[in-house]
C-alpha cells in the first residue's frame, strides 16, 4: 500500500504547494482522503466477507463445540444453534451479522454467554499498550542503530550490527522470546518474571516488570528490519551528488546526517514501521501466548479453541482494523512529509 | 498420604461408624503432609505466605459453579472453596468430610446423612440440613442435573427427601442405590447454603472467594473459621495456563510453586532448578474399542485375538513414557472388586492370536483404526504403535486420524480408541458397557453382565457386590470390546520449599487441597 518509494530528491522548502489548474488544495486533499477511506472501508468488507465464510466453512460449529456431548444433549444443541443463528440460510446470517456488526454489537460469545464487546474491551487495552510500548521503544532505537552503522559504513562495527540485526531477523519471535526467559527469568539468571500474572481487575502494566520480556520479544523481532531499511536510505543520501556538495560547502558530517540524510530517511521508515506495527497487530499472538500475557492474541487462541465462532470473527475484524488503520496512518503522514507525492495530490 | 493402618481391615463403612475416628483422619492427613516432607523443602512446615499455582488448560468458558466444573483449572478452584459430604482420601477410599456419617438402610433406598457439628460457610452461616437439601437438589434436578447428579436424578424421590432435624437428612430414593456414599464423595458435589449464586460462590472449603477472571487468574484467601486444620498459607492464587513452557517458565521462575501436569519431557527441568515432580498412579486409560456387533469383531476370536496382539509393556514404556501401569482389558482399577490383578495378565502372544485369527477365517486381516488428536497425545501414538506390533501377526492396521474425531461418527467406529478417567466400577459401566449407556463404544451389551451390574447397583452386602462385579468382569474380560493395555500415571510438578503435596490417585497434586500445602520465604 505504499505511496511513495524512497525518494532520493532533496527535501524542498516547506512553503504551500501551487495549484496551478485552479482547484483548490482543499479540495483536492479531501479528494484523495475520501478515496483513500473509501478505499480502506472496501478492503474491511472484504475481510468481513472472508472472515465469515472462513468461520462458516469450517463445518457445524455447534458439533465442534459440544464434541463428545453432541449426541446426548439435544436441548444444548437447539440453544446453541439458535445463538449462533444456524436455522438461517449463510447470506442472510452474513447480514444480520454485518448489520449488528456496524452498529457496535459484536455478538454473545459461546463460551461465557457474555456480550464479546465487554470480553474484548480489556484485552484490546491490554495489547495496544504492549504494542504502543513496544512501538516507542522501538522507532528510536531502530533509528539509533541505523545512523550508527551507516556513520560506520564498511568499518567493522557496521559489519557487527548488519551480522547481528541479521541474525535477529532471520530468528521466529517465539525463539527470541524463549531465549530471553532462559537468559531472564530460569536458567541464567532469574531476575525477570518469565509470565505475565496479574491480579484479576488490574492491568498488566500494575506490575511494570512482567511486562519488560514481552516488550522486549516484540522490539527485537521487529527492530532489525525498520533499522536495515533505514540505513539503505541513509546510505543512499549520503552518497547522493547533493550531500557531497553540501559537504562541499563545509557543513559539518553530523549535520549532514540530521538534516539532510534523516530527514530524507523519515518516509521509508515510517512506512516499514506501519508494515511491522500492523504486523504487530497480528504477531502478538505468538508473543502473548508465550508470556500468558492476557491480550487479543492470547484471547484468539483460547476462542479458536473454544469454537467460540462470535468471538473468533470480532477479533478477525479488530485485528484487521488495525492494519488497515495504521497503514492509511502511514501513507497518510508519508505524504504529508513527501514534498513530491504532496504536489502531486495538490495538483 | 499414609492411611491409619486399621482402615485396610475395617471396611470403608464402618469405618463411619466412629464419628470420633472422622475427625481424626482428617486430622491424620494434615500431619502426615507435615512430618513426612512430602514437598521438596525440609523442616517443619512454615505458616504464611502466597501459594500460585499454574492451572493447565481453562479459557473463557472457565466457571465457579460448584458444580459444573469442567477443566484442570475450574477443578481447582472447587476443591478449595467446597467441601463434599464425603471425600475420596488420596489413597481413592471414602473418609468423612461435611458429614460424619453416610448410611445406608438394609435395602439401600434410604440414605441418612449426618452432618459433622460447628461446621460454617464463609460467610460466617452455619452449615444445616437444609444446605444439604438444597444441594442434593441442585445437583441432582431432574430438568438439569449436574455432572454428578445425572445418575442420582433418576433414582431420587426428592419429595419424600427431608431433613430430620438441624444436622441430620434422609434421602429417600425410588429403588435401591448401593452407591450414594460414592456420589456423593465427588468434588462436583461440594455443599453450598440455600441461597447459593456462582457469582459470589460460598462455601465451606479452607479458602474463601476473592477474585475471578475467567481464563486467567483467580485468588481466594484462608478462612478463618474453617473446621478443620487451618491452611498454611495465607492466600491462593490459581492461574490459567495455556502453553506448557510457559507454565513450567513461571515455576522455574519463581512465580508459581505448584502445576498440573508436567509434561514428561519437562520433569528434569524442573528437577534442575530444585523443584520435583509427583507422580501419582490413576484410574485413567485411553482403550482402543471394537464393536463386538460388527464384523470381523463380532467374532470373539478375532477379539481375543487383538487383545493378544498388544505388547502392553511396550505401549507404557512408549506411549506414556514409562508413567504408567499395566492394564487387563478391564477398569476401574481402584474399585474393591477390581479383578484385572487376579486374572491372569495378558501378553503379547502372536502363535496364539495367529492361531485364533485362522479359526476365524480371518488370516491377512485389514482393519482400519480410527483416532484423533481430541482424544490425546497418548491415543494417536498408541495407535502407531499397535499398527507396528500388529505386523508382526500378520494383521495389516491402518490407522485413520479423524479431525474431529467427536464428530459423526463417534459411538459408530468399528474400531477406534476414546479415553476415561478415574471412576469405580458400577459408575464406569453404567457409561460406557450397559445397552442405553451414553458413550458405549463398543455397543458391548450381554444381558448377563447388565443382569450383574444392575443387580450389584442394589446390593448393600458389600461381599456380595464385589463378587457379582467380579462376575461381571469375567464376562469382559473373556468376550469384552475393549483393549485396556494400560493406565496412565498423573505428573504434576511443585518447586522448591514446597512442602506438604501427597501423590493421590483421586486428583492432581493431592487432590488440589492446597490447605496442606506450605510454601518457604
Known amino acids: 500500500m505504499s505511496v511513495t518509494d524512497a525518494p532520493a530528491s532533496p527535501i524542498e522548502e516547506d512553503r504551500p504547494a501551487p495549484s496551478p489548474r485552479g482547484r483548490p488544495a482543499a479540495v483536492s486533499w479531501l479528494l484523495w482522503l475520501l478515496r483513500r477511506l473509501g478505499l480502506a472501508v472496501l478492503t474491511l468488507w472484504l475481510v468481513s466477507v472472508l472472515v465469515f465464510v472462513a468461520t462458516s466453512a469450517l463445518g457445524n460449529p455447534v458439533r465442534a463445540i459440544l464434541g463428545r456431548d453432541y449426541e446426548v444433549s439435544p436441548e444444548r444443541v437447539r440453544q446453541l444453534e439458535g445463538l449462533l443463528n444456524l436455522d438461517q440460510p449463510l447470506p442472510q446470517r452474513y447480514l444480520s451479522w454485518l448489520g ?61 550490527i548488519q551480522t547481528v540485526l541479521l541474525a535477529l531477523a532471520g530468528l521466529p519471535e517465539f525463539v527470541i522470546g524463549i531465549l530471553l526467559v532462559a537468559l531472564f527469568s530460569t536458567t541464567v539468571f532469574t531476575i525477570l518474571p518469565a509470565v505475565t500474572i496479574s491480579v484479576p481487575g488490574t492491568p498488566p502494566w500494575s506490575a511494570p516488570e512482567t511486562m519488560v520480556l514481552p516488550v522486549l520479544t516484540l522490539v527485537l523481532a521487529v527492530s532489525p528490519y525498520v533499522a536495515r531499511i533505514v540505513r539503505a536510505t541513509l546510505l543512499e543520501v549520503l552518497d547522493s551528488d547533493y550531500v557531497e556538495l553540501a559537504r562541499l560547502k563545509g557543513v559539518p558530517e553530523p549535520v549532514v546526517m540530521r538534516r539532510h540524510a534523516l530527514r530524507n530517511a523519515i518516509v521509508p521508515g515510517i512506512q516499514v514501521i506501519a508494515l511491522q506495527l500492523a504486523w504487530l497487530a497480528g504477531g502478538v499472538v505468538v508473543v502473548e501466548y508465550l508470556f500468558s500475557y492476557p491480550g487479543i492474541g492470547a484471547q484468539l487462541v483460547d476462542a479458536v479453541r473454544n469454537h467460540d465462532v462470535p468471538m473468533v470473527q470480532a477479533l478477525s475484524m479488530i485485528i484487521a482494523a488495525v492494519y488497515v488503520t495504521v497503514n492509511l496512518v502511514a501513507d497518510l503522514v508519508s505524504i504529508l512529509l513527501t514534498p513530491r507525492a504532496r504536489t502531486e495530490i495538490s495538483g | 498420604m499414609n492411611q491409619p493402618s486399621s482402615s485396610s481391615q475395617l471396611s470403608r463403612r464402618r469405618l463411619f461408624q466412629y464419628a470420633g475416628l472422622a475427625g481424626a483422619a482428617v486430622a491424620g492427613l494434615s500431619a502426615c503432609g507435615g512430618d513426612d516432607g512430602g514437598g521438596s523443602g525440609s523442616g517443619p512446615q512454615q505458616r504464611g505466605g502466597v501459594l500460585t499455582h499454574g492451572a493447565t488448560g481453562g479459557s473463557g468458558k472457565d466457571t465457579l459453579d460448584a458444580h459444573a466444573p469442567v477443566t484442570n483449572p475450574d477443578i481447582a478452584r472447587v476443591s478449595n472453596l467446597f467441601e463434599p459430604l464425603l471425600f475420596w482420601d488420596n489413597n481413592y477410599e ?48 431432574p430438568k438439569n442435573p449436574t455432572s454428578a447428579g445425572v445418575d442420582l436424578a433418576r433414582v431420587i424421590d426428592l419429595q419424600a427427601t427431608k431433613a430430620m432435624d438441624d444436622r441430620t437428612v434422609r434421602v429417600v430414593l425410588k429403588q435401591p442405590y448401593s452407591i450414594l456414599d460414592a456420589i456423593v464423595a465427588e468434588y462436583t458435589f461440594g455443599i453450598v447454603p440455600v441461597d447459593y449464586d456462582p457469582a459470589k460462590p460460598i462455601g465451606t472449603g479452607a479458602f474463601s472467594y476473592e477474585s475471578f477472571t475467567p481464563g486467567k487468574t483467580s485468588t481466594f484467601k484462608k478462612y478463618a473459621g474453617y473446621w478443620g486444620d487451618p491452611a498454611f498459607v495465607d492466600q491462593l492464587v490459581i492461574q490459567d495456563f495455556a502453553d506448557d513452557n510457559a507454565k513450567v517458565n513461571a515455576l522455574l521462575a519463581g512465580q508459581i510453586q505448584t502445576l498440573d501436569n508436567l509434561p514428561t519431557n519437562l520433569i528434569d527441568s524442573v528437577k534442575g532448578q530444585g523443584g520435583a515432580a509427583l507422580v501419582s498412579k490413576t484410574g485413567a486409560w485411553v482403550p482402543f474399542t471394537m464393536r463386538v456387533d460388527t464384523a470381523p469383531f463380532s467374532d470373539n476370536r478375532v477379539r481375543q485375538a487383538l487383545r493378544l496382539i498388544v505388547d502392553r509393556q511396550q ?192 486428583l492432581p497434586l493431592g487432590s488440589y487441597k492446597f490447605q496442606f500445602a506450605s510454601v518457604s520465604a
Open chain 1, 100 to 160: 449488528a456488526l456496524l452498529q457496535g454489537d459484536l455478538g454473545t460469545s459461546i463460551a461465557s454467554q457474555r456480550p464479546v464487546t465487554e470480553m474484548i474491551g480489556d484485552t484490546v487495552t491490554n495489547s495496544l499498550v504492549l504494542v504502543l510500548i513496544a512501538a516507542v521503544v522501538m522507532i528510536p532505537l531502530a533509528f539509533g542503530i541505523a545512523m550508527i552503522s551507516s556513520a560506520m559504513r564498511r568499518k567493522r562495527g557496521d559489519t557487527i
Open chain 2, 94 to 141: 471414602l473418609q468423612p468430610a461435611l458429614a460424619e456419617s453416610v448410611e445406608p438402610n438394609k435395602t439401600a433406598d434410604e440414605w441418612t446423612i449426618r452432618l459433622r457439628d460447628g461446621l460454617t460457610f464463609h460467610n460466617g452461616k452455619d452449615v444445616t440440613a437444609e444446605d444439604v437439601l438444597y444441594t442434593i437438589g441442585r445437583v441432582a434436578d
Open chain 2, 315 to 506: 505401549m507404557v514404556d512408549q506411549a506414556l513414557n514409562g508413567y504408567g501401569s499395566l492394564g487387563n482389558d478391564l477398569y476401574a482399577p481402584f474399585d474393591d472388586a477390581y479383578a484385572g490383578d487376579d486374572f491372569p495378565q495378558r501378553e503379547q502372544d502372536l502363535d496364539q492370536a495367529k492361531s485364533l485369527l485362522k479359526q476365524a477365517g480371518q488370516e491377512g486381516l485389514q482393519v482400519e483404526l480410527f483416532t484423533g488428536d481430541d482424544i490425546s497425545a497418548v491415543a494417536v501414538a498408541s495407535a502407531n504403535l499397535f499398527a507396528e506390533q500388529a505386523k508382526a501377526a500378520g494383521v495389516d492396521v491402518r490407522v485413520t486420524k479423524k479431525t474431529p474425531f467427536y464428530g459423526d461418527d463417534y459411538l459408530s467406529y468399528p474400531f477406534a480408541q476414546d479415553f476415561w478417567n478415574t471412576r469405580l466400577y458400577i459408575p464406569q459401566a453404567a457409561v460406557c458397557a450397559v445397552p442405553g449407556a451414553t458413550y458405549n463404544e463398543t455397543h458391548f451389551d450381554n444381558p448377563k453382565f447388565t443382569k450383574l451390574v444392575n443387580d450389584a447397583t442394589k446390593e448393600t452386602d458389600e461381599a456380595k457386590r464385589n463378587q457379582m462385579l467380579v462376575d461381571a468382569q469375567q464376562i469382559e474380560y473373556d468376550e469384552g470390546g475393549y483393549i485396556i493395555w494400560g493406565f496412565r500415571e498423573q505428573i504434576d510438578g511443585y518447586g522448591a520449599g514446597v512442602q506438604g503435596i501427597e501423590p493421590s490417585k483421586y
